[in-house]
Each structure stands twice: as structure tokens, then as C-alpha cells.
């Protein structure tokens, strides 16, 4: 039973710690939430939404640009990125009211400043007003901050990382994005239909590293085709200046050593959890190798009653993983016993076209069952009606089943609208459906998500569109 007296105190209003919060006050806790900066954390004012909307705004420019064919001409579009800007800082307001008047709805106090671990039980909070909490149980959920890259140079005048890039008030004429993960895709994309000239330089031999192999390669040769430029396998070594309004990225990429010179600079290797200043040490909360907070599958700490959550543990950095494990570790602070479960966890990149993937790839789920025990099913978008309609016919959908009872083990795509269509493999893998069950249901045509059953059906051998 849920104790009705619990003090909990949430430390950081990201998407991890405010739903956190909210879960704790629907169970009967007296919480407090603890924020040194904006509500809405990471994910509301400086990721996921205002990128979205970034990305959003410059589609909607490319489409623009694209439309003759169907018999359409708006001249000449232009960008007023002032404008654009001042629009992406009114939804992120707009959201992050939501967020005060979750707090309010759900009585939660907020508390404006730093928190720190006092001791078992006390919590510290810095600022223009210190204060004192006492707390039967507390989840630290401070997030992550952008991690720089340890090479010379670094330091440079037009170096950046992905929160100065989204207060640019004038899009430079070139930019070199060193690191080719979610964050460094994303934003070549926004800038490349800006109109700057990017680059990219990624240390791995694909970007996107962790997704499917074939799908990297093909949004890889699609962002080459609109002209920006990609270097797999290179380490960057150094920076510098690079004459007059200029930096220079050198890096080493097995052909010999290159040097790209551009306006600016930005940084998109990670990110850092937040961990220091917390007070961790004084409580002996154990930490992983890399220094993170180490917690079990309850999320709570070595340090009983201190649960954590989100980017600080940097396992998955993903705003949904940060409020799923968020509600695991508030139930479990009020008293159940929940385990979180990774298994399902949609992993989406918004570029163009769009990469979402759920559970295993093909690779991951032939090491975990074996060679000969795995199939998998495919369609191409340019064989789906709908994507014909609308003239997005690049990409395809692979999914990954076992083969005995055709279990469905994960599912990845490249396509249009790929991170919405993702949410029902997610749902069939939950429910441990098969091929044949997602074949079987209908799909209204003419849908993208038709790709999915035709994927299916491709996979148990009746395809029909192929
Ligand atoms: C450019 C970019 C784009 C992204 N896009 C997506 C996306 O599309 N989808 C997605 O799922 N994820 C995306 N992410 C990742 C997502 O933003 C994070 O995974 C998510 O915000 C993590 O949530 P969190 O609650 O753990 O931490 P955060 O959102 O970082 O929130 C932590 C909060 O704690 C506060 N805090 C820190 N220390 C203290 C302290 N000592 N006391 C009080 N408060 C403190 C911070 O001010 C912050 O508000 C993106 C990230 C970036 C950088």
C-alpha cells in the first residue's frame, strides 16, 4: 500500500524527474522537485522539442522548394530565421507551461535552485534562498550536459555544441559536425536546408552506429545526394583556427590525414551525466566505471531510498526512456516493487527521411539466437501507395522475427513518418506477436503502415506488393 505521509523529493524537472514527480503525488507522496534551471530539462528547452520544431520548420521549406512537380510554385521561399527562432522559443514557453501546470494540478512544490545530497534523508538546495529538505525517498534525475572532445584546439572561437547551435540568431555558411549520431544527423539536415554547408566527421565506420547496418549506409548515400558531406572511420585530432572566420577540423580517416575548414564548429560526441556537485561521494553511492550513478533493476541506488533516472544513469539517453524509468523508480519509491524492462524502447532519428527502430536488429538477434534461427521480412517504400502519393518512396522497413513460431524480435525502418509508424511494432513486440499476427491485421490503404504488414507477409513468404 502506498504510505500517504512519503516525502519525495525529485531532484531535476527534465522529462525523467517531472513525471517522476507526478507519479509520486498520483500515489499519495509529498513531493518536492528540486530545478536549477528552466522546467522541462534538456528534452523541453534545448532537445527534443526545439529541434523538432527546427526540423519541422525547414521540411516544410524543402517541400516548398520541391513542389513543381506537383504543379505547384511559391517562388522564390525565404527564411526570416529570426522569426523562425522566436516561433521555436514560443513553443517551448508554451510547453513548459504545461509543465507548471502539471506541477500545480498534482500539488508538487517547486523549488528553484541547486540540490545536493546532505545525508540519508536530507536534501541541500543552493541558490539565492538555501534550504534544507528532509526526504523518505529521493530520485536524482539531474540529467546530462553536451561532452566536449579531449583534442587540441577545442577550445576554438567558433566551436560549439548543440546548445549555442540552437541560439543562433544567423546560420553560418558552413559547418562541420563532428560526430554522425542522432544529434550530429539532425542538425546537418536543419542546416543543410538552411543553406549552410556541412560536413560531417564521424569516428565509426557508418553514422548512426547503433542502428541496422543497411539502413545507416542508405540515409548515409541519401544525405550525400543532398550534398552534404560525410567522412566515416575519422578520428578528429585536432582543431584550429583556419584563417579569417574560419576553423579548421583535422582528422585522420585511414587515406591519410584531412583538414576541413568551416564557419563554425559543433561538437555532437554525447553527452556528460550531470554527477558532480550532488554530494554522491559523502553517501558512498556506488558509481559505474565511466562515473555514473549505478542503480538496479528497481532504479534505486546502493544508497536505500535514492533512486536515479534518465541521462544521469547514461544507459539509453532518450526523453521516453528518462520518464519510463522515471515512473518505475517513483512506484518503487512508494513502496511496489517494480523492475524496469528495457526490451521495448523505440529508437527514432528525425531526419529525412526519418530512422526509427524497436528491439533487436538483425546482427543483435542472430548473435542472441543464432545464425539459422532468425528471418526477416522487407518492403521498400516505393512499392507502398501511399509513399508513392506523396512522393517518398526512399527507405524500407526490415522486421526480425525468430524462426520458429515467427516471434516478432524487432523491427527497423527508414521512411517517411518512421518514428510515428514504429509505435506498432513496439506494441506487437510487447505482446509477443508474430509475423502472421501483424500480416493478418488490416491496414488501411492507403497508409504507410501498410509497409509494415507487407514486411510481414514478405517475411512468412506471401508477400504481395513485391
Ligand atoms: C539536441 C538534442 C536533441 C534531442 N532529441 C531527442 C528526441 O527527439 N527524443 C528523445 O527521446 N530524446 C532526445 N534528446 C535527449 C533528451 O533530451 C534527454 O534524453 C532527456 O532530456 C533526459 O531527461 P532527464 O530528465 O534525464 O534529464 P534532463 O532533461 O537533462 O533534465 C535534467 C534537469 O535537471 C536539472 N538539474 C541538473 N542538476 C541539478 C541539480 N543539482 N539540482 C537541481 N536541478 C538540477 C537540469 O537543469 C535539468 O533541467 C535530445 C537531446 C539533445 C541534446
Known amino acids: 500500500m502506498a504510505d500517504a505521509k512519503k516525502r519525495v523529493v525529485v531532484l531535476g524537472g527534465g522529462p525523467g524527474g517531472y513525471v517522476a514527480a507526478i507519479r509520486a503525488a498520483q500515489m499519495g507522496g509529498r513531493v518536492t522537485l528540486v530545478e536549477k ?18 526540423i519541422h520548420a525547414t521540411d516544410i521549406l524543402w517541400q516548398a522548394n520541391h513542389a513543381q512537380e506537383m504543379g505547384l510554385s511559391f517562388g522564390d521561399a525565404t527564411i526570416d530565421l529570426a522569426r523562425m527562432m522566436k516561433r521555436k522559443e514560443a513553443i517551448v514557453d508554451r510547453l513548459r507551461s504545461g509543465v507548471d501546470y502539471l506541477m500545480k494540478k498534482n500539488r508538487i512544490e517547486v523549488v528553484r535552485g541547486t540540490g545536493s545530497l546532505l545525508g540519508q534523508g536530507r536534501v541541500a538546495v543552493g541558490g539565492t534562498q538555501p534550504k534544507a529538505l528532509d526526504a523518505d525517498r529521493v530520485i536524482i534525475a539531474t ?37 554522425g549520431g542522432v544529434v550530429g544527423v539532425e542538425f546537418a539536415q536543419i542546416l543543410n536546408r538552411l543553406g549552410t554547408r556541412v560536413t560531417i566527421v564521424e569516428m565509426m565506420p557508418r553514422i548512426l552506429p547503433g542502428e541496422d547496418e543497411e539502413i545507416s549506409s542508405l540515409l548515409r548515400d541519401l544525405m550525400r545526394k543532398e550534398g552534404i ?42 553527452r556528460k551525466p550531470y554527477v558532480e556537485g550532488l554530494g554522491v561521494e559523502k553517501l558512498g553511492m556506488a558509481l559505474t566505471k565511466e562515473g555514473r550513478v549505478a542503480v538496479d533493476d528497481h532504479m534505486e541506488t546502493n544508497v536505500k531510498g535514492i533512486y536515479a533516472i534518465g541521462d544521469v544513469l547514461g544507459r539509453s539517453m532518450l526523453a521516453h526512456v528518462a520518464m519510463a524509468e522515471g515512473i518505475c523508480a517513483a512506484e518503487n519509491a512508494m513502496g511496489r516493487a517494480r523492475r524496469m524492462d528495457y526490451t521495448v524502447v523505440p529508437r527514432c532519428v528525425y531526419s529525412s527521411p526519418e530512422v526509427a527502430g524497436v528491439g533487436l536488429t538483425e546482427a543483435e538477434a542472430k548473435v542472441r539466437h543464432g545464425d539459422g534461427n532468425v528471418i526477416t521480412g522487407r518492403f521498400p517504400f516505393v512499392g507502398n501507395s501511399k509513399g508513392v502519393i506523396t512522393d517518398e518512396t526512399s527507405g524500407m522497413v526490415k522486421i526480425v ?66
Open 37 to 54: 534551471d528552466a522546467m522541462g530539462g534538456t528534452c523541453l528547452n534545448r532537445g527534443c522539442v526545439p529541434t523538432k520544431f527546427l
Open 143 to 179: 540529467g546530462s550536459q553536451p561532452a566536449s572532445i579531449p583534442v587540441k584546439g577545442a577550445g576554438e572561437k567558433g566551436v560549439m555544441n548543440s546548445n549555442e547551435v540552437l541560439s543562433l540568431t544567423q546560420y553560418p555558411a558552413s559547418m562541420t559536425i563532428i560526430g
Open 229 to 270: 558531406e560525410v567522412y566515416v572511420n575519422a578520428r578528429v585530432t585536432a582543431m584550429r583556427n583556419g584563417g579569417p572566420g574560419k576553423t579548421s577540423v583535422l582528422f585522420g580517416d585511414g587515406a591519410g590525414e584531412k583538414e576541413v575548414s568551416s564557419e563554425r564548429v559543433l561538437v555532437a560526441v554525447g
Open 401 to 466: 522475427a525468430e524462426s520458429r513460431y515467427r516471434q516478432v524480435l524487432g523491427l527497423q525502418m527508414i521512411g517517411p513518418h518512421a518514428t510515428e509508424l514504429i509505435a506498432e511494432a513496439g506494441l506487437a513486440i510487447r505482446l509477443e506477436a508474430t509475423m502472421e499476427e501483424i500480416a493478418s491485421t488490416i491496414h488501411a490503404h492507403p497508409t504507410l503502415s501498410e509497409a509494415i504488414a507487407e514486411a510481414s507477409l514478405e517475411g512468412v513468404g506471401r508477400g504481395l506488393h513485391i
